[in-house]
């Protein structure tokens, strides 16, 4: 899995790809790790290039948005690719964090 960063005036998009499972989680323990030092309102968590996500991953992504919140950020989730959107479907991800389609 890759992790791009962009920072704009509305806040910051993380750009997951690849496959994000066993073996990527400490790179994404980093963007959890960001979240805590940034000076934001959003942040994007973008999955229009990831092709796969384990259940653990999910788990992350969740653990984001907690700490997003602490901080008195929201987190949204962005873009899901088609091979995701089955797969944090049949977690009801939904639930839990807002998920936007553009």
Do not use: C, W
Request: hydrophobic content about 45%; glycine content about 6%.
């Amino acid at each position: 899995m890759f992790v791009t960063k962009k920072i704009s005036e509305k806040g910051v998009t993380f750009y997951l790809s690849g496959r994000f499972g066993v073996g990527f989680y400490d790179r994404f323990r980093s963007v959890i790790d960001d979240i805590k030092t940034m000076q934001v309102k959003e942040i994007d968590i973008n999955l229009s290039k990831l092709e796969n996500i384990d259940s653990m991953a999910v788990g992350l992504i969740l653990s984001a948005k907690e700490e997003a919140a602490k901080h008195g950020v929201s987190l949204v989730v962005s873009n899901p690719s088609a091979a995701i959107k089955p797969i944090i479907a049949s977690h009801h991800f939904e639930k839990y964090i807002k998920i936007q389609d553009i």
